[in-house]
């Protein structure tokens, strides 16, 4: 007797196939023709041109103001590197244009550490920017040095959600050792220096200089960010938090109030105010 065969169902893939039917040969995909000089696609998407506005590189903070961060490369403050900004009166126009960013990291839990303010930190004025002074950790340190020493040994540990710091008299090799150092910060490095600074050279990525409106204004001039320097100037809707609930209609406008004969600088601007405005806090 022969043993029974076990058949298998036909398995279609190892079929017979005459030889007058070769198998169809595998396509592959036609590589894209390029005109005489032009980069591939995955080269030319990782290149920034310096005519663009720089992508976002790291982590950034919004600035709390729509028109500021449509001009800033990310969309907010950049993280990771230092941020110069130039004022005429250093320890004044700092807070208006951080308060809203502040305020962000305190509404994290984070610690914003202010080094060497000249003036010192006025907390009812702050409470009403939102800005909670369990999370404000001020260094007083009077001379340069200290102040800067303090500013590296916080960059290096990373101990704050945001560190501003008065440098008046930094000189360029020292900018640009904290903006080493600062590459390994998570948060943003603020370096306010007085508007004469503006003629030195820097190696901070973006810099810009603030100055008073009369409209209750913050007037910037980005003179130097990743990307072409911005041609026009911004003005940013800034009533101090103490000031909005008792302001008039007629003294919300001071510039309404001049004689029209009075000249005044026009400039193309763009007009914005803060994202969002919180409750006042009581004073305890």
Same mark, same amino acid.
């Given at each position: 007797m022969?043993?029974?065969?076990?058949?298998?169902?036909?398995?279609?893939?190892?079929?017979?196939?005459?030889?007058?039917?070769?198998?169809?040969?595998?396509?592959?995909?036609a590589n894209?023709?390029r005109?005489?000089?032009?980069?591939?696609?995955?080269?030319?998407?990782?290149?920034?041109?310096?005519?663009?506005?720089?992508?976002?590189?790291?982590?950034?903070?919004?600035?709390?103001?729509?028109?500021?961060?449509?001009?800033?490369?990310?969309?907010?403050?950049?993280?990771?590197?230092?941020?110069?900004?130039?004022a005429?009166?250093?320890?004044?126009?700092?807070?208006?244009?951080?308060?809203?960013?502040?305020?962000?990291?305190c509404?994290?839990? &984070?610690?914003?550490? #202010?080094? +060497?303010?000249?003036? $010192?930190?006025?907390? /009812?004025? %702050? =409470? @009403?920017?939102?800005?909670?002074?369990?999370?404000?950790?001020?260094?007083?340190?009077?001379?340069?040095?200290?102040?800067?020493?303090?500013?590296?040994?916080?960059?290096?540990?990373?101990?704050?959600?945001?560190?501003?710091?008065?440098?008046?008299?930094?000189?360029?090799?020292?900018?640009?050792?904290?903006?080493?150092?600062?590459?390994s910060?998570?948060?943003?490095?603020?370096?306010?220096?007085?508007?004469?600074?503006?003629?030195?050279?820097?190696?901070?990525?973006l810099?810009?200089?603030?100055?008073?409106?009369?409209?209750?204004?913050?007037?910037?001039?980005?003179?130097?960010?990743?990307?072409?320097?911005?041609?026009?100037?911004? &003005?940013?809707?800034? #009533?101090? +938090?103490?000031?909005? $609930?008792?302001?008039? /209609?007629? %003294? =919300? @406008?001071?510039?309404?109030?001049?004689?029209?004969?009075?000249?005044?600088?026009?400039?193309?601007?763009?007009?914005?105010?803060?994202?969002?405005?919180?409750?006042?806090?009581?004073?305890?």
């Amino acid at each position: 007797m022969h043993p029974a065969l076990d058949w298998q169902e036909d398995d279609l893939s190892s079929a017979f196939i005459p030889s007058s039917q070769p198998p169809a040969p595998k396509l592959r995909p036609a590589n894209p023709v390029r005109m005489p000089g032009e980069l591939p696609m995955a080269v030319a998407a990782a290149i920034w041109r310096g005519d663009q506005l720089g992508g976002p590189v790291s982590a950034v903070l919004s600035s709390g103001f729509e028109a500021l961060d449509a001009q800033l490369p990310g969309g907010g403050w950049p993280c990771h590197g230092v941020i110069e900004i130039l004022a005429t009166q250093s320890g004044l126009l700092e807070w208006r244009l951080l308060g809203p960013a502040l305020r962000q990291v305190c509404g994290a839990g &984070r610690a914003v550490v #202010v080094v +060497g303010p000249p003036k $010192a930190p006025h907390l /009812p004025g %702050l =409470r @009403f920017e939102g800005i909670d002074e369990r999370h404000l950790v001020w260094v007083r340190a009077d001379t340069a040095a200290e102040r800067l020493w303090s500013a590296e040994q916080l960059i290096k540990a990373n101990a704050c959600g945001a560190l501003v710091v008065w440098l008046p008299q930094a000189r360029s090799e020292q900018v640009r050792r904290l903006q080493v150092l600062a590459a390994s910060c998570e948060g943003p490095v603020f370096l306010c220096r007085p508007s004469a600074a503006v003629r030195e050279s820097s190696a901070a990525p973006l810099r810009l200089q603030a100055r008073v409106g009369l409209d209750w204004e913050l007037h910037l001039d980005i003179f130097k960010r990743k990307g072409p320097p911005l041609q026009n100037t911004l &003005r940013l809707g800034s #009533v101090p +938090g103490g000031l909005r $609930a008792i302001l008039t /209609p007629r %003294l =919300r @406008f001071p510039s309404r109030l001049l004689p029209s004969d009075v000249s005044r600088e026009v400039d193309h601007v763009v007009v914005s105010t803060p994202a969002s405005d919180h409750p006042h806090r009581a004073v305890h």
